[in-house]
């Protein structure tokens, strides 16, 4: 079954460490996005993803790093630079006729400490 | 002032009402995603909708592209529906859409 993978679901760090986050699709989807949650709020976009070896900044970039190197993967790295990283972050494919078919991930909560 | 909204932002029910969340966004879009987030954080689509209405099971949703407004409705409802449902828009951008979320409506449903 095609789908969507975040790994791992919860993840602890020390404050100063970058910490890169997993996602990965089966769906032959071209884009590719990653969201943060904070409690109470809504998803904002931090980084997106159109085709492979190309990505834009969303909304809240500062202190994040993401690669697409293959069609399938698009790690998001946590940064030490980021001031306030421990969220829930979700990850986010889209494809499918006219780009509106969108399968989320299970998300990974990031504590740091 | 945030281009998708929902309303309510909490909603109580016993379990047999109906219920209705209510979307509205004010941007052209190509789609609209109802989703479902239980406490783990999970997110699951339940419905995408580009005009019309669709059905699946008890839940029903609807949109009105003239009013750019939707809404997501739960009969008989039961304790399990009880999550965050979101609302979230795929914006025109010429061939550059991009997923907009609302913030959420936090469903509980008492036995």
């Known amino acids: 079954d095609g789908g969507i993978t975040q790994s791992p679901k919860y993840l602890f760090r020390k404050e100063g460490q970058n910490v890169t986050l997993s996602c990965e699709q089966n769906?032959?989807?071209?884009?590719m996005y990653w969201y943060r949650q904070d409690p109470g709020q809504g998803l904002r976009l931090i980084y997106y993803?159109?085709?492979?070896?190309?990505?834009q900044k969303g909304d809240i970039a500062e202190g994040y790093s993401v690669s697409r190197e293959k069609k399938e993967s698009f790690p998001l790295t946590v940064t030490s630079a980021q001031k306030n990283p421990t969220a829930f972050y979700l990850c986010?494919?889209?494809?499918?006729?006219?780009?509106?078919?969108?399968?989320f991930g299970q998300g990974t909560r990031l504590t740091v400490v | 002032k945030n281009e998708v909204e929902q309303s309510p932002q909490n909603l109580t029910a016993q379990e047999g009402e109906f219920i209705t969340i209510n979307c509205s966004y004010s941007?052209?879009?190509?789609?609209l995603h109802w989703l479902q987030q239980h406490p783990g954080g999970g997110i699951v689509s339940l419905f995408m909708?580009?005009?019309g209405k669709k059905k699946h099971g008890r839940l029903i949703a609807t949109i009105n592209i003239q009013e750019k407004h939707s809404s997501l409705h739960i009969t008989a409802s039961h304790p399990r529906d009880s999550a965050v449902y979101i609302c979230?828009?795929?914006?025109?951008?010429?061939?550059?859409?991009?997923?907009?979320f609302g913030t959420g409506t936090r469903l509980t449903i008492i036995p």
């Open positions: 979230a828009v795929f914006k025109v951008n010429f061939g550059n859409e991009k997923l907009t």
């Open positions: 769906l032959n989807h071209d884009a």
């Open positions: 909708l580009s005009s």
């Open positions: 993803s159109q085709i492979v070896n190309d990505f």
């Open positions: 941007v052209g879009i190509s789609a």
């Open positions: 986010a494919s889209v494809g499918g006729r006219m780009n509106t078919e969108a399968f």
